[in-house]
């Protein structure tokens, strides 16, 4: 493989897995709305902050756009939640947690309405 196949293929692994990592943490809360356990999905898709750091600093490393690091933005707000809940505690059941769960990813779609309009 060349050097410029690598490098696409890099790229493209590195701008959509912010996409998809999003994806997979909102159906892993959706899921538990439903009372099924996706610890499964949990193991191959939700990232330390350590890991997200990484992701975050390539994304402007390789000069990404506004809309690519939104995902990242959705989960480190889940994970700050995450954190939250397991050594405090919120007195929040699968139902709520799944509308602030989609609170928040409509405020980024409004975030990235925002900027495409306004830029």
Request: charge should be positive; aromatic fraction near 20%.
């Amino acid at each position: 493989m060349d050097k410029t196949r690598k490098r696409k293929i890099f790229l493209l692994l590195t701008k959509y897995s912010s996409h998809i990592l999003g994806l997979a943490y909102a159906i892993y809360t959706l899921l538990g709305l439903f009372g099924i356990d996706g610890i499964s999905i949990g193991y191959f898709f939700t990232v330390s902050l350590f890991t997200w750091t990484n992701i975050y600093s390539a994304s402007w490393a390789l000069e990404f756009c506004y809309v690519h690091r939104l995902p990242l933005y959705y989960i480190l707000i889940d994970e700050i939640l995450l954190v939250i809940d397991t050594y405090i505690g919120i007195p929040i059941d699968w139902y709520n947690l799944l509308a602030l769960h989609l609170l928040i990813i409509a405020i980024l779609i409004f975030g990235y309405t925002y900027y495409y309009k306004h830029r």
